[in-house]
Every structure is written in structure tokens, then in C-alpha cells.
């Protein structure tokens, strides 16, 4: 099976999370320097802009770790799908897949296709019989009448 992912503060790099601070603090600041601009009368450290700068720079923080959480789940995913669609060795006979890194000659090795898939997704199997094997295998059954399928002569 696929390693669960890790907790988000330890799956990125150093500089996403240089990155991720910067852009925080930057963005807590923003108030303040509009406002030193626009403003000049209002003191740089006023109460109001540490209240807006600290919201605005929580704010930001939990989005962009949301965002980095995000695209790290979405990065393993695709991890995951390309290791699913990747070659297979099965059975060109019974249609068994061969688990990666076993001994081809033991029979333990072998695993059917349903419980492969089952194993690597979530895909749960229902079996039916399409209708050009039922043709081939039941034969005999195609060509009695429904009334005298059951009938004992």
C-alpha cells in the first residue's frame, strides 16, 4: 500500500517555507504602508494596524498552508496514478497480476485482478456475465424456451 501522506509543516522545503513567512509578513504590513502613503499623519505602529497587519498575517499563513497541504496532496496523487499506470506483469492465460518484486514461479506471487485493484484504490468489484460469454459458456441455455428452463420431463 501507499505511505500516508505526512503532516503538512514537515512535507515541504525549507524555502516554501521561507516563502510562506515572507509572504505573511508582507501582507501584514500592507495596511500600514497604504497608510503611511496615503496617511502620513497615522503612526506606523498604530494599535490598529498590529491588529489588521496580525489578522492579515494569520489569515494568509493558514491559507498558504492550506495551499501547500493542497498541492501536496494533489503531487502524491498523481505519484499514485502513475504507479498505477504503469506496466503490470499479468498472466496472459488466467489474467493474474504478478506483485512487484516477487518470485514469479510461486503461485503466492500471483493475485487476481479484482483484489490488485482492490488493494491499490478504493474500487469495490460486482460480477455479472456480458452476453457474448454467456453465449460462449451457456450455450445450451440460449436456445430453451423460459417456460421450460426449470421443467423436469
Known amino acids: 500500500m501507499i505511505p500516508k501522506a505526512s503532516p503538512v509543516l514537515f512535507s515541504h522545503s525549507a524555502i516554501q517555507t521561507v516563502a510562506v513567512v515572507a509572504f505573511a509578513l508582507l501582507l501584514a504590513n500592507v495596511s500600514a504602508v ?10 506606523y505602529f498604530d494599535r490598529e494596524h498590529l491588529i489588521v497587519g496580525g489578522v492579515t498575517a494569520l489569515t ?24 498505477l499506470e504503469a506496466m503490470l506483469p499479468i498472466c496472459a492465460n488466467c489474467k493474474r497480476i504478478r506483485k512487484t518484486g516477487s518470485d514469479p514461479h510461486a503461485i503466492e506471487s ?22 457474448e460469454c454467456r453465449a460462449s459458456f451457456y450455450l445450451e441455455h ?7 428452463q426449470h421443467r423436469d420431463s
Open 110 to 131: 500471483w493475485q487476481t485482478i479484482e483484489s490488485y485493484i482492490t488493494e491499490k484504490t478504493k474500487t469495490e468489484f460486482s460480477h455479472g456475465i456480458c452476453p
Open 34 to 43: 497604504v497608510d503611511a502613503v496615503l496617511h502620513p499623519e497615522i503612526p
Open 60 to 83: 494568509s499563513l493558514f491559507l498558504s498552508i492550506f495551499m501547500l497541504n493542497f498541492m501536496h496532496r494533489l503531487r502524491r496523487a498523481r505519484e499514485r496514478i502513475d504507479r
Open 142 to 148: 440460449e436456445h430453451v424456451p423460459e417456460g421450460e
